[in-house]
């Protein structure tokens, strides 16, 4: 059996390469072959080329590759044609992943989206690509599958790998002691993983952490930065301030498990922060233009993935921003704020609230438990194995573990 993969993102190379161990462990002789990423090559993956290198580029960019990404789609046509391929998988890069699906699907080859575009929050009106060109859609999140399902899309919940990869991690333990040996309350900053995040969202969360500071004086901070080169922005900005604030590069793990809570730029990292019950509230700043553009093209109740995997109507947009104390808003896990205004008095009475009523920091972090026991599950990867292969022979293959 040969499976030919589609994968353009470094995230969707770790999903990627989990997902080829997984299919390994069914049948040692199936062959993998296709795009993706180093992660994939060690799993045993065949590269036509490391599309990841071309992760998260700017609109420029992509028009000036714009010959690149149609050469790689001839080539896997070409590949298509000249080789006997049993399915395609696709993980994230839904621009360029549409025009391998099509042609896949033009050569007869069954193709799987694992880990669907999110197009039930900015794009419904792709839904005719996926039901044209997908055979199978593997959702991550749980009010997913009903959502294609409702549009005839063949699909089905396997949950989230990225809980996978939280289960098998290795924190560094002395680093940990480290932390929790200081008794005082730790608040940690996620400013996002993009440069351009954190130089646009760290500003508003140092406001935030000086208004705590005012009523809570012995808090202390920390900031998790995913390079070097964000660190030391985060230490320029840092300096000037009277903060007890410490910045950490490539500790984010340690620092979200050591947190008594955090403040967190919107993203995946709420997965994380649920897993770990931490009480977090999420800020997304924005330009003005941005925001307007926002409220007008999402299709979705919050911005954050905890909130609308405990929303009872996550495709029910607010028609006002999410305030807590506007009757008509759900009780949400994470309190957020994508906003083009300061918001960061609002931000910082969450965290106070959290540091001084241990009750309601205890009721936050018993709604955060719930949830990870209903959807924090690992296993998404030999889930979507089994389907693939079950699908492909019509054989079952037995599986120790179910999504929730």
Not at 90 to 108: E, Q, T, V
Not at 120 to 148: D, G, Q, T
């Amino acid at each position: 059996m040969k499976i030919f993969f589609s994968v353009g993102e470094p995230s969707g190379d770790l999903h990627g390469s989990n997902l080829i161990q997984e299919l390994k462990q069914y049948d040692p002789e199936i062959e993998c072959v296709g795009f993706g990423g180093p992660l994939m090559q060690k799993a045993g993956c065949e590269l036509l080329f490391d599309l990841t290198q071309f992760a998260v580029m700017f609109f420029v960019r992509v028009l000036l590759n714009l010959h690149r990404f149609i050469g790689f789609a001839r080539q896997a046509e070409r590949y298509f044609k000249e080789n006997e391929i049993d399915a395609v998988v696709l993980i994230d890069y839904p621009g360029f992943n549409w025009a391998i699906a099509k042609r896949a699907r033009r050569h007869g080859i069954p193709v799987y989206y694992y880990g669907v575009p999110q197009l039930w929050a900015w794009a419904p009106w792709r839904i005719r690509k996926m039901r044209r060109n997908v055979s199978h859609a593997l959702c991550k999140l749980p009010f997913e599958e009903k959502w294609y399902r409702d549009r005839g899309c063949d699909a089905k919940y396997v949950g989230h790998p990225f809980f996978d990869e939280l289960v098998t991690h290795q924190a560094d333990q002395n680093f940990l002691t480290k932390l929790r040996s200081d008794p005082r309350p730790l608040v940690t900053i996620l400013p996002g993983s993009r440069t351009q995040e954190v130089e646009s969202q760290l500003p508003w969360f140092l406001s935030a952490a000086a208004q705590i500071q005012k009523q809570v004086p012995d808090v202390r901070f920390a900031i998790a930065a995913f390079k070097e080169s964000q660190a030391e922005f985060a230490r320029t900005l840092t300096q000037p301030l009277s903060l007890d604030i410490e910045v950490y590069t490539a500790r984010t793990p340690e620092l979200m498990q050591a947190a008594t809570c955090c403040m967190a730029c919107s993203g995946s990292v709420s997965l994380e922060l649920m897993y770990h019950g931490k009480p977090t509230v999420i800020l997304y700043h924005m330009s003005k233009l941005m925001h307007r553009y926002a409220r007008l093209m999402v299709n979705v109740r919050y911005i954050t993935l905890v909130n609308l995997i405990a929303s009872s109507k996550p495709f029910e947009p607010l028609k006002e921003a999410w305030r807590p104390d506007d009757p008509d808003c759900e009780d949400i896990p994470m309190p957020e704020y994508p906003t083009c205004t300061d918001k960061s008095d609002e931000v910082a009475q969450h965290i106070v609230d959290w540091l001084t009523d241990e009750q309601q920091y205890q009721e936050t972090v018993s709604q955060l438990a719930t949830l990870s026991e209903m959807y924090g599950h690992p296993g998404a990867s030999q889930r979507a194995a089994t389907f693939i292969l079950e699908s492909l022979t019509g054989q079952s293959r037995r599986t120790s573990k179910t999504a929730a």
